[in-house]
């Protein structure tokens, strides 16, 4: 399946930002996206490198009905680290704030105010989850 790129709706309200709900689907990353005052919202902050800038996948946005309506591109590190916070049972809630997804990369003005934003994000975020990369088992562990 070939879907255009996501539009993103502009957010409303200057301390808006997007969060995303991850999808539960084992074959692709999905997710549903929702604007949320930075305020009075309930998500946890996503910390990464970025690493090779290629875009090796991409998540597939989700409408209100389960209905594939776009498709964003990820950076590995950040494609891999979506699929393991999806399996991770730990993990009660999947609502998420991750840069690279909830900040409009094509538009340069949401990037300059949300960047400016990132300390308060990080700040109301109930918890700031930071993803090194996979785990690495040693050969003799295998």
């Given at each position: 399946?070939?879907?255009?790129?996501?539009?993103?709706?502009?957010?409303?309200?200057?301390?808006?930002?997007?969060?995303?709900?991850?999808?539960?689907?084992?074959?692709?990353?999905e997710a549903y996206i929702?604007?949320?005052?930075?305020?009075?919202?309930?998500?946890?902050?996503?910390?990464?490198?970025?690493?090779?800038?290629?875009?090796?996948?991409?998540?597939?946005?989700?409408?209100?009905?389960?209905?594939?309506?776009?498709?964003?591109p990820l950076t590995k590190?950040?494609?891999?680290?979506?699929?393991?916070?999806?399996?991770?049972?730990?993990?009660?809630?999947?609502?998420?704030?991750?840069?690279?997804?909830?900040?409009?990369?094509?538009?340069?003005?949401?990037?300059?105010?949300?960047?400016?934003?990132?300390?308060?994000?990080?700040?109301?975020?109930?918890?700031?989850?930071?993803?090194?990369?996979?785990?690495?088992?040693?050969?003799?562990?295998?």
């Amino acid at each position: 399946m070939d879907l255009p790129r996501y539009r993103y709706e502009p957010l409303s309200e200057p301390s808006d930002i997007r969060v995303i709900e991850l999808g539960t689907n084992k074959e692709r990353i999905e997710a549903y996206i929702s604007h949320v005052s930075i305020s009075n919202s309930s998500f946890q902050a996503l910390s990464y490198t970025w690493g090779n800038q290629e875009q090796a996948n991409e998540a597939i946005i989700l409408d209100e009905h389960g209905s594939s309506i776009g498709s964003i591109p990820l950076t590995k590190n950040l494609s891999d680290a979506l699929g393991n916070l999806r399996d991770a049972r730990e993990l009660k809630s999947k609502v998420l704030w991750i840069d690279q997804i909830c900040i409009n990369q094509l538009d340069e003005k949401e990037k300059s105010h949300q960047a400016a934003m990132m300390k308060d994000i990080y700040s109301c975020a109930k918890q700031v989850i930071t993803y090194l990369g996979p785990v690495v088992v040693p050969k003799e562990k295998r």
